[in-house]
């Protein structure tokens, strides 16, 4: 249930970031250890055109602090990436939510996406096995 409590609210944040802006950086979220609900983190820059791969960095660092003080039960990456669907050689936009926990296999939901006459058109959520990346 962690995973889903998790994904669940910024799964829409991130489609209306991406609707709203054209692009997404990436951010972050965790539950709280004492309970409540998802708290969202971002990059603290100052720059309004940051490098993505900063942004990154700041957040899995955010997001790897909140567990180690015990702050956070859960964390998630969130993020526009290329993922391959099956029949997919070329590979297809979508937003990810990699959910960890401390103990657990992390999972993966993604959110494909594609660009049609300047409108995005999502698609059904895939959900998949993650690779560790705040919990590495």
Known sequence: PDAEQLAIPLLPLARELLERNGSLYPFGGFLPAGGGEAQVVTSRGDSPYPLVD???????????????????????VCADVVVRLPDDDAGTDAVRVSVERPGRAGRAYHLPYRRVEGELRFEDLVIAPADALVLA
Do not use: D, K
Not at 54 to 63: G, H, M, Q, S, T
């Open 54 to 76: 900063r942004v990154f960095a700041e957040v899995v660092a955010e997001l790897r602090a909140a567990i180690e003080s015990g702050r956070a039960m859960a964390v998630a």
